[in-house]
């Protein structure tokens, strides 16, 4: 999805064993300082172009790198900043091998995509591959050539800030997506101008801190662990990714930067896992903070050892691995398998064979911003949308002679819709929901702001925790839509109030947007509230009250754009939630794929059952959740046979048609359920799904085959098994349908 350029020098692929022996020729001839300098990343320095600063740590780190003591640099970013960059390192040094440029390319360089969750809920695998191409291309054309991403944290505590960035609390639909990812970012060939080395991130667990509160502790079982969060890793290994980070957390008393298990023995051993490891900004140092190194040499060692190949801005390999190898305390072998890991990337990235090749100032001008990666990133917002609920068909809305009343300090903000986790794109360059809905000029379209979310733009943590008080917006706003046909509200966080150190415990809608939302009601009911978030909200007034919510997340530049072409019907919104959306901050952690429990149901009709007294045990929106437009209807169900030897493809069908009178696409989702099993399996796993376009009043026969592997769950010491017996196959439009078939496993 580059823009029409051409890469500018074609390489040829090396042969595999080709870039071995080259790899194998270098170590030969440098010292162990030079490649313990491999093994250290810099985050970006103020002026790279200009005279160097002559004081602070700007001077050490240009002439760490003059001295071969950096391997990688994080945050450098355009073709010429990193071309100055990129010739300290190849002519100032004694080898000259280039350094490796990362950035978080999180949703988009420049180009903002929806943020990673959002696109999740697409659930539309060739679209998010897509936008990881845009992704790739425009961060491959300002000099980058390393993406920190895709986060494939599954988490299942929407408290947890940096949902946004992830795929939500499934790891199947995780793994798709992180495979489209990695394919998208890498493509076929990492030499090409328009391809980057991925990194899967955080390995491992992060999205379990415990109480969803940022750099938390995680204390999980490990049979959550293989089965719910090293999933989507896994397959981000079997797509072929060059990176991995590690986590801030600790996985059950050990920091994860040196958690040995989680590094040496599954990903490089029994995953097989060849590129690099890179750790987290300083959690090798902060490895002494949590009281498991004793100090920095300490933790250099613990790392090392560990399996973490690259150390992002902790300064602990750079200053003490060479005298920990000298010591006899760290193996030169592992020092020789870290480099040799990361000179191999730098090679398929053709870095090798032209340090400049993605600092071109012609292609990142022509690329960079291009109007082919505008339209791709407004197909993926109008594809993320979620349809939560849509009472009497008041959406689409009508295109002609109504008042329309667009309400919230979100509607006209250029900013938030950007999301969080954006560090190049230019602030306030989204389109709004105002300007989106200015297009449609059949209507007269009133703007009436109410209220702000927060004071001001919160960067910052201090500001964050201000929400506006301020309600003299109010009385215009509530004037307004007494006269209105028809309300559009549009309400939620502020672009970057979600994202990384973002927890928060109140997950309503936040400042006096709550209270403006009911005054508004309470002079017209005619309401569509548009929500705009980085993670599940906490509506339980709204879903009870507002006759319909779309869920917008934060769709990125072209997001105004894609939620009018919404409301107004040109786009049947067909995104299904990836996450489940809470009644009550209490009831997390919340998530589909629950285990039984003894007690499940009230079959006694007393207390003494697994429930809430004060709030019922079922989320808001379930996983998978998402309408339409039109309606789907699904009817027989079929399954080849109903017994299976051990091996056998399991061939399932499903009518599924469209009963309403526009086309529209539908996620038909097939989960299934172990009834008896030696460990307690969840109620419901998604193991298939597939997004299909249906005209109105079409009927499709939909097919799914599971495989032997499908059926089976890893034990306490991770390893994997089917187990005979009953299952149950569930077929429909989100994770709560009860229509189902059995069969057996003989
Ligand atoms: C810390 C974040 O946890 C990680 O995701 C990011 O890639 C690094 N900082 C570098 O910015």
Redesign the pocket.
């Known amino acids: 999805m580059a823009c029409n350029i051409k890469s500018h020098t074609i390489l040829k692929k090396a042969p595999y064993s080709d870039v071995k022996r080259k790899v194998d020729d270098l170590l030969k001839i440098m010292t162990l300082k030079e490649k313990i300098g491999q093994m250290n990343q810099y985050n970006g320095f103020w002026d790279v172009t200009g005279p160097v600063p002559s004081k602070g740590s700007e001077e050490r780190k240009y002439e760490d790198i003059k001295a071969g003591l950096v391997g990688a640099m994080?945050?450098v970013r355009g073709a010429k900043e990193v071309r100055a960059v990129q010739r300290i390192a190849v002519e100032d040094t004694r080898l000259g091998i280039p350094l490796i440029i990362g950035f978080?390319v999180i949703h988009g360089y420049k180009t903002i995509s929806p943020i990673p969750l959002a696109e999740a809920a697409s659930w539309d695998l060739e679209a998010i591959k897509r936008s990881a191409q845009v992704a790739a291309a425009e961060a491959a054309a300002v000099g980058i050539n390393w993406t920190?991403g895709p986060?494939v944290d599954i988490s299942r505590d929407p408290r947890w800030g940096r949902v946004m960035e992830g795929a939500g609390e499934d790891p199947y639909l995780g793994c798709e997506i992180a495979r489209a990812r990695v394919e998208g970012f890498q493509g076929d060939d990492l030499s090409q101008t328009d391809t980057i080395a991925a990194c899967a991130?955080?390995f491992a667990a992060y999205g379990f801190s415990e109480s969803g509160k940022e750099y938390n502790t995680v204390d999980v079982g490990t049979v959550t662990l293989h089965n719910m969060i090293l999933p989507p890793f896994k397959a981000a290994v079997e797509a072929g990714v060059k990176t991995f980070?590690n986590a801030?957390n600790d996985l059950n008393g050990v920091p994860a930067t040196g958690h040995e298990f989680l590094l040496r023995d599954v990903l490089k051993g029994q995953w097989g896992f060849e590129g690099f490891v890179v750790s987290?900004?300083a959690s090798i140092k902060e490895m002494v903070v949590w009281g498991h190194a004793e100090n920095d040499r300490d933790a250099a060692r613990l790392a090392a050892t560990a399996g973490t190949d690259m150390d992002?801005e902790s300064y602990a390999f750079v200053a003490e691995l060479e005298r920990l190898v000298l010591d006899g305390v760290v193996d030169e072998a592992l020092i020789d398998d870290a480099v040799r890991r990361i000179l191999t990337v730098k090679y398929e990235l053709g870095l090798f064979d032209d340090p400049y090749r993605y600092c071109d100032e012609i292609r990142e001008k022509a690329v960079v911003n291009c109007k082919a990666h505008h339209d791709a990133v407004l197909d993926m917002a109008k594809k993320s949308i979620v349809l939560l609920k849509n009472e009497d068909s008041i959406l689409p809305l009508k295109k002609e002679g109504r008042k329309v009343a667009l309400i919230g300090g979100l509607a006209a903000d250029k900013n938030s819709v950007l999301g969080s986790w954006r560090i190049a794109s230019d602030d306030h360059t989204g389109v709004s929901v105002l300007e989106g809905m200015k297009r449609y000029t059949g209507n007269t379209l009133v703007y009436e702001k109410g209220a702000d979310v927060t004071l001001g733009e919160p960067r910052f943590i201090e500001e964050l925790k201000i929400n506006t008080t301020d309600k003299s917006g109010f009385k215009a706003a509530v004037a307004t839509a007494k006269t209105a046909d028809v309300v559009v509200m549009v309400l939620g966080e502020h672009g970057f109030q979600s994202g990384?150190a973002r927890s928060r415990v109140d997950l309503g809608l936040p400042g006096v947007q709550q209270e403006l939302l009911e005054a508004v009601y309470s002079v017209n009911t005619n309401i569509v509230l548009v929500l705009t978030n980085g993670r599940p909200l906490t509506i339980p007034w709204a879903a009870k009250h507002i006759p319909a919510i779309v869920e917008t997340w934060q769709l990125g530049s072209q997001a105004g754009h894609a939620v009018a072409e919404v409301l107004y019907g040109d786009y049947n919104p067909s995104g299904k939630l990836p996450m489940t959306f809470p009644k009550d901050v209490g009831q997390i952690p919340i998530y589909y794929n629950h285990k039984r429990t003894g007690r499940p149901v009230n079959v006694a009709k007393n207390v003494f059952w697994s429930h809430y007294s004060d709030v019922d045990t079922l989320p808001l929106y379930p996983f998978g959740y998402g309408l339409s437009y039109t309606s789907f209807h699904y009817e027989n169900l079929w399954m080849n046979k109903d017994e299976y030897t051990l091996g056998e493809p399991i061939h399932i069908s499903i009518d599924v048609t469209n009963t309403g009178k526009v086309k529209g696409k539908e996620v038909v989702q097939l989960y299934i359920h172990d009834v008896f099993s030696s460990l307690i399996r969840p109620v419901k796993e998604l193991k298939g799904f597939q997004l299909i376009a249906f005209e109105s009043q079409e009927t499709k026969t939909v097919r799914f085959t599971l495989e032997q592997d499908d059926l089976g769950f890893y034990d306490a010491e991770g390893n994997y098994s089917v187990e005979l017996g009953d299952f149950k196959v569930y077929i429909g439009g989100d994770s709560t349908t009860n229509l189902y078939a059995t069969f057996t496993l003989v």
């Open positions: 994080l945050s978080d920190f986060m991130k955080h980070m801030f987290d900004w992002m990384e």
